[in-house]
Nanobody, 117 residues
Framework: QVQLVESGGGLVQAGRSLRLSCAAS????????MGWYRQAPGKQRELVAA???????NYVDSVKGRFTISRDNAKNTVYLQMNSLKPEDTAVYYC???????????WGQGTQVTVSS
């Protein structure tokens, strides 16, 4: 059973930083990609950042230059470093792992990030 556990969320002032962690219960080599999504109240869940097994990354335009996704294969953990946080970054952040075979997506339980102005 694959489990993803997020941590690192909290309440911060605008301009400050947070680092989110997503720890997997299995080797993250099992997944061809892992990503961070977020969902703000009344809005659809959106992809924030993703990283492939080869280390390729992509970001939503609104976080480019501020957020960095990375992975530590030895710790089976993916991180999201969030700098220069803005109130509009407030959301529940979810970790997702995409498995090629058998095809499946796994989600964490989410961690709340609140940025005050």
């Amino acid at each position: 059973q694959v489990q993803l556990v997020e941590s690192g969320g909290g309440l911060v002032q605008a301009g400050r930083s947070l680092r989110l962690s997503c720890a997997a219960s299995v080797s993250i080599f099992s997944f061809n990609a892992m990503g961070w999504y977020r969902q703000a109240p009344g809005k659809q869940r959106e992809l924030v950042a993703a990283i492939t097994s080869g280390g390729g990354t992509n970001y939503v335009d609104s976080v480019k230059g501020r957020f960095t996704i990375s992975r530590d294969n030895a710790k089976n953990t993916v991180y999201l470093q969030m700098n220069s946080l803005k109130p509009e970054d407030t959301a529940v952040y979810y970790c997702k792992a995409t498995q090629i075979w058998p095809p499946n997506d796994y989600w964490g339980q989410g961690t709340q990030v609140t940025v005050s102005s």
